[in-house]
Structure formats: C-alpha cells, structure tokens
Nanobody, 124 residues
Framework: QVQLVESGGGLVQAGGSLTLSCVAS????????MGWFRQAPGKGREFVAA????????YYADSVKGRFTASRDNAKNTVYLQMNSLKPEDTAVYYC?????????????????WGQGTQVTVSS
C-alpha cells in the first residue's frame, strides 16, 4: 500500500506560480511512476502530467505544456508539480497518483493509489 498526501495548494492571482508536493509513505516511491490529475467543479478528473520512476521521462497535457513541470526526489519520497503562468481555468482540486509500473500513465485507470487532493484557485 502507498499513502499519498498532497500539499501546496492555495489562492493565487492569474500569472502567478505555485508548487505542489506529494509525499508518499508505505512504500518507496522509486518503484512507481507518478501522475498529476485535476478536477474542476462540475467536470471529470483530467490528466495533467506524468513522470517516470526515475524522473527521466515526463509528459504533459496540452493545456499545461510549457507552464507546468513535474519532478521527483525519490530519496525524499516526494513528487512535485511546479505551476507557472497560472490561469483561472487551472482552478481545480489537484491529485497525485502512483502507478505500479515504471512507465508513464495517462489515464485514471492506469493508477493504483491516489491522494486526497489539494485545492488550487486562480483568480482573474
């Protein structure tokens, strides 16, 4: 079992930046590829970013490409999502997820463990 806890969300003005963190416990994070998803009010949970077990490969949704950066520190069992140039449409609850595979995952059902989410609100 892997337990995931996100933090770092908050209220920010458009154009601002936030860094989300996701700390894992229960298993060493190095065994898992990780992903970030988000869910806006009234919408489904959508893919944001994925990062391989080593951090050597990343992939981003078109809507965040060039603005968001996923990274990880396996020694700290932590994954990060650096979010720059934030837009009001980025407002959502952000979730990190762990996948019992070393390769990238892009769909919700490819992930086995989920955090409880952290709220990001971007004001215009």
């Amino acid at each position: 079992q892997v337990q995931l806890v996100e933090s770092g969300g908050g209220l920010v003005q458009a154009g601002g930046s936030l860094t989300l963190s996701c700390v894992a416990s229960g298993r060493t994070l190095g065994r898992y590829a990780m992903g970030w998803f988000r869910q806006a009010p009234g919408k489904g949970r959508e893919f944001v970013a994925a990062i391989s077990w080593s951090g050597g490969s990343t992939y981003y949704a078109d809507s965040v490409k060039g603005r968001f950066t996923a990274s990880r520190d396996n020694a700290k069992n932590t994954v990060y999502l650096q979010m720059n140039s934030l837009k009001p449409e980025d407002t959502a609850v952000y979730y990190c997820a762990a996948r019992s595979d070393v390769g990238l995952g892009f769909a919700r059902d490819e992930y086995d463990y989920w955090g409880q989410g952290t709220q990001v609100t971007v004001s215009s």
